[in-house]
């Protein structure tokens, strides 16, 4: 540093600065000062993009536009009863099978056709039929179902089978030895399938059977914070006593409780209720985490450490249940609305991402946040659908973006008072239903893989922000996301984790909810698309069956029709493709299993009653 400055002895100090008492060390050090400053601002433009505060301009106007293609026939030329015609013919050719070869067991294997128990043993496929039974009008296989239901004893369960069961083994019943059973499935499937029946047919005999399931449940909240084990002696009440749980399983259960409180007048459903919301609605968990933590702890009532963040499995009915917990009883929780808004607004800013090549929208996991997976699961493809339901029902008020929200994603958060929620959640639900349906379009079987891995790409906010400071030219990022075949050789964005088709309904949902929100008539068209689908690669002589590779048509099949099949996916594409508004959005609410429940108001005894603020 000597030699540096012994060069500068020879200049002479202008006489300006020596009245301005300005040395030669002071210009030295402002040269260099100012050299570091023009280099932080040349070689770290990360930095300073993630950091500087952007005066705000007002909000961006979002043009999504009409999805992609077009339809190729003029709706008024489609047969669409024919079509849901259809469905209802695929309804009964699997239901019938079922009957036939596997009750009264849980699920049919379709391939070797006889009957497996997954669940409780108690002919779960049955109860979680009974509701598009009513909606299809299938009158005569209603009626064969509610004897069953009525001599159904809650306190038993089947002896599950050994890995080594053959065909035709028999499996009794052992009242002495009943199994745990898991309260998630037994809750969103039998108890949820039951009172969406009795609502749709008033057949009170399913709301005494759904009042006596709930009893033979109840031990599971018998835990430090009442919230629910994962799985319950129907017999003895006595709970699991596995202290690890999921988003999923503690916190679906809301619909199905509420309503049955409503219907039966008992305050203790509605308490079961009351005391794990008010655990996931402490305001420090959306501080901390900006949206509801994935995994949980039964003994302590806290969230795991993990940070772990998804909407996808093991999380995903959790936050679904705060949108529409909200909406069955009237719109009073302001709270679950206001977890609802800022859960999507973190995903929105942190957990969704655009593909590098093709401009896929997809949502992924992280953990902590900063860490994504980049994997994109199937069961994630409701989150459009909610995100469309939540903008049709939702007021006005709901989306008041006046002040920028608390998101664990920091300034990347600050980007979303730029444009209208109300917009901007549409705008996502769309781009995300176009990705989930090219997940099946890219395969040769027309049906979609369980899970796939993305090769990265950038965060959506991140991809909104350049293309709202470039000029807003076009359609926003991650909407109209090119074809595999619009790729330069090819080269997809994507590979495949795992390339089963599970029968599962999340895609078909995304596109009812989609056509019914937007009246866009290509998600009806891409429904059909998938249908055909069904029917060439999955239909059996006896029903429907999962696919091992989505990849390679007529490889042979899992053996497997889970009875969600029946109960969502084949329900939801009859809904598609009716004319007739069977389940209006304004007076019913879905559960997770697609079980409507009729939207009430509590009187004012009720409030008083169960304590609703």
Same mark, same amino acid.
């Given at each position: 540093?000597?030699?540096?400055? !012994?060069?500068?002895?020879?200049?002479?100090?202008?006489?300006?600065?020596?009245?301005?008492?300005?040395?030669?060390?002071?210009?030295?050090?402002?040269?260099?000062?100012?050299?570091?400053?023009?280099?932080?601002?040349?070689? =770290?433009?990360?930095?300073?993009?993630?950091?500087?505060?952007?005066?705000?301009?007002?909000?961006?106007?979002?043009?999504?536009?009409?999805?992609?293609?077009?339809?190729?026939?003029?709706?008024?030329?489609?047969?669409?009863?024919?079509?849901?015609?259809?469905?209802?013919?695929?309804?009964?050719?699997?239901?019938?099978?079922?009957?036939?070869?596997?009750?009264?067991?849980?699920?049919?294997?379709?391939?070797?056709?006889?009957?497996?128990?997954?669940?409780?043993?108690?002919?779960?496929?049955?109860?979680?039929?009974?509701?598009?039974?009513?909606?299809?009008?299938?009158?005569?296989?209603?009626?064969?179902?509610?004897?069953?239901?009525?001599?159904?004893?809650? !306190?038993?369960?089947?002896?599950?089978?050994?890995?080594?069961?053959?065909?035709?083994?028999?499996?009794?019943?052992?009242?002495?030895?009943?199994?745990?059973?898991?309260?998630?499935?037994?809750?969103?499937?039998?108890?949820?399938?039951?009172?969406?029946?009795?609502?749709?047919?008033?057949?009170?005999?399913?709301?005494?059977?759904?009042?006596?399931?709930?009893?033979?449940?109840?031990?599971?909240?018998?835990?430090?914070?009442? +919230?629910?084990?994962? !799985?319950?002696?129907?017999?003895?009440?006595?709970?699991?006593?596995?202290?690890?749980?999921?988003?999923?399983?503690?916190?679906?259960?809301?619909?199905?409780?509420?309503?049955?409180?409503?219907?039966?007048?008992?305050?203790?459903?509605? &308490?079961?209720?009351?005391?794990?919301?008010?655990?996931?609605?402490?305001?420090?968990?959306?501080?901390?985490?900006?949206?509801?933590?994935?995994?949980?702890?039964?003994?302590?009532?806290?969230?795991?450490?993990?940070?772990?963040?998804?909407?996808?499995?093991?999380?995903?009915?959790?936050?679904?249940?705060?949108?529409?917990?909200?909406?069955?009883?009237?719109?009073?929780?302001?709270?679950?609305?206001?977890?609802?808004?800022?859960?999507?607004?973190?995903?929105?800013?942190?957990?969704?991402?655009?593909?590098?090549?093709?401009?896929?929208?997809?949502?992924?996991?992280?953990?902590?946040?900063?860490?994504?997976?980049?994997?994109?699961?199937?069961?994630?493809?409701?989150?459009?659908? =909610?995100?469309?339901?939540?903008?049709?029902?939702?007021?006005?008020?709901?989306?008041?973006?006046?002040?920028?929200?608390?998101?664990?994603?920091?300034? &990347?958060?600050?980007?979303?008072?730029?444009?209208?929620?109300?917009?901007?959640?549409?705008?996502?639900?769309? /781009?995300?239903?176009?990705?989930?349906?090219?997940?099946?379009?890219?395969?040769?079987?027309?049906?979609?893989?369980?899970?796939?891995?993305?090769?990265? %790409?950038?965060?959506?906010?991140?991809?909104?922000?350049?293309?709202?400071? /470039?000029?807003?030219?076009?359609?926003?990022?991650?909407?109209?996301?090119?074809?595999?075949?619009?790729?330069?050789?090819?080269?997809?964005?994507? %590979?495949? =984790?795992?390339?089963?088709?599970?029968?599962?309904?999340?895609?078909?949902?995304?596109?009812?909810?989609?056509?019914?929100?937007?009246?866009?008539?290509?998600?009806?068209?891409?429904?059909?698309?998938?249908?055909?689908?069904?029917?060439?690669?999955?239909?059996?002589?006896?029903?429907?069956?999962?696919?091992?590779?989505?990849?390679?048509?007529?490889?042979?099949? +899992?053996?497997?029709?889970?009875?969600?099949?029946?109960?969502?996916?084949?329900?939801?594409?009859?809904?598609?493709?009716?004319?007739?508004?069977?389940?209006?959005?304004?007076?019913?609410?879905?559960?997770?299993?697609?079980?409507?429940?009729?939207?009430?108001?509590?009187?004012?005894?009720?409030?008083?009653?169960? /304590?609703?603020?």
């Amino acid at each position: 540093m000597a030699s540096f400055t !012994s060069k500068f002895q020879s200049f002479s100090t202008p006489n300006t600065l020596r009245r301005l008492q300005i040395s030669r060390r002071h210009v030295i050090y402002g040269v260099v000062s100012f050299a570091f400053v023009l280099a932080l601002y040349n070689f =770290l433009p990360a930095f300073s993009h993630a950091y500087h505060n952007e005066p705000f301009t007002g909000k961006v106007p979002l043009r999504p536009g009409k999805s992609q293609p077009p339809p190729t026939v003029p709706e008024d030329m489609i047969d669409w009863s024919g079509r849901a015609n259809e469905v209802k013919k695929a309804f009964r050719h699997a239901y019938y099978g079922y009957e036939v070869y596997a009750a009264p067991m849980d699920n049919l294997r379709p391939v070797s056709n006889d009957g497996i128990q997954e669940i409780d043993g108690w002919g779960v496929t049955l109860y979680d039929s009974l509701s598009t039974m009513l909606l299809m009008e299938l009158h005569d296989e209603f009626a064969r179902a509610l004897p069953v239901i009525e001599q159904q004893d809650f !306190s038993k369960t089947l002896i599950f089978p050994p890995k080594t069961q053959e065909p035709g083994d028999h499996i009794a019943f052992d009242a002495h030895k009943a199994q745990f059973i898991p309260f998630f499935e037994t809750v969103i499937r039998y108890l949820g399938g039951l009172l969406s029946a009795y609502a749709l047919s008033h057949e009170f005999i399913l709301l005494k059977r759904a009042d006596d399931l709930a009893t033979k449940l109840s031990g599971v909240f018998d835990t430090p914070h009442g +919230m629910p084990a994962y !799985s319950v002696n129907p017999l003895t009440g006595q709970p699991s006593n596995r202290t690890h749980t999921i988003l999923a399983e503690m916190a679906t259960f809301q619909l199905e409780y509420l309503y049955l409180a409503r219907m039966t007048g008992k305050k203790e459903h509605h &308490d079961r209720v009351t005391k794990v919301m008010d655990i996931i609605k402490h305001k420090t968990l959306v501080d901390t985490y900006g949206m509801l933590p994935t995994e949980w702890n039964v003994t302590t009532g806290q969230p795991e450490i993990t940070g772990h963040l998804s909407v996808g499995a093991n999380a995903d009915s959790g936050h679904e249940y705060l949108l529409k917990s909200y909406l069955l009883s009237g719109k009073v929780d302001k709270i679950n609305l206001e977890l609802y808004v800022q859960t999507v607004n973190t995903v929105l800013s942190s957990l969704l991402y655009v593909s590098p090549r093709r401009g896929l929208l997809y949502v992924t996991d992280a953990a902590p946040i900063n860490n994504a997976t980049h994997q994109f699961e199937h069961l994630s493809c409701f989150f459009p659908g =909610l995100l469309a339901l939540g903008v049709h029902t939702l007021p006005d008020a709901a989306f008041d973006n006046e002040s920028s929200p608390k998101a664990v994603s920091g300034n &990347d958060a600050d980007e979303l008072k730029y444009y209208d929620w109300k917009e901007l959640h549409l705008l996502a639900a769309q /781009g995300l239903a176009e990705s989930c349906y090219q997940m099946y379009e890219d395969e040769p079987t027309g049906l979609g893989p369980d899970v796939v891995l993305f090769d990265g %790409g950038e965060l959506w906010i991140r991809e909104l922000k350049k293309w709202r400071q /470039g000029g807003m030219e076009g359609t926003p990022p991650g909407i109209h996301a090119k074809k595999m075949t619009e790729v330069r050789h090819g080269v997809d964005d994507y %590979g495949l =984790l795992s390339q089963r088709y599970l029968l599962r309904p999340e895609t078909v949902e995304s596109m009812f909810l989609m056509w019914k929100v937007t009246g866009d008539v290509v998600w009806r068209e891409r429904g059909w698309r998938i249908f055909q689908a069904l029917e060439k690669e999955a239909k059996t002589s006896t029903g429907y069956s999962s696919l091992y590779d989505v990849t390679n048509p007529g490889y042979p099949l +899992m053996n497997d029709m889970p009875s969600y099949f029946l109960a969502e996916t084949l329900k939801y594409l009859y809904l598609l493709f009716n004319d007739k508004d069977l389940v209006p959005l304004d007076r019913w609410v879905f559960n997770t299993e697609a079980h409507p429940l009729p939207i009430f108001n509590w009187s004012s005894w009720e409030h008083k009653k169960f /304590g609703i603020a």
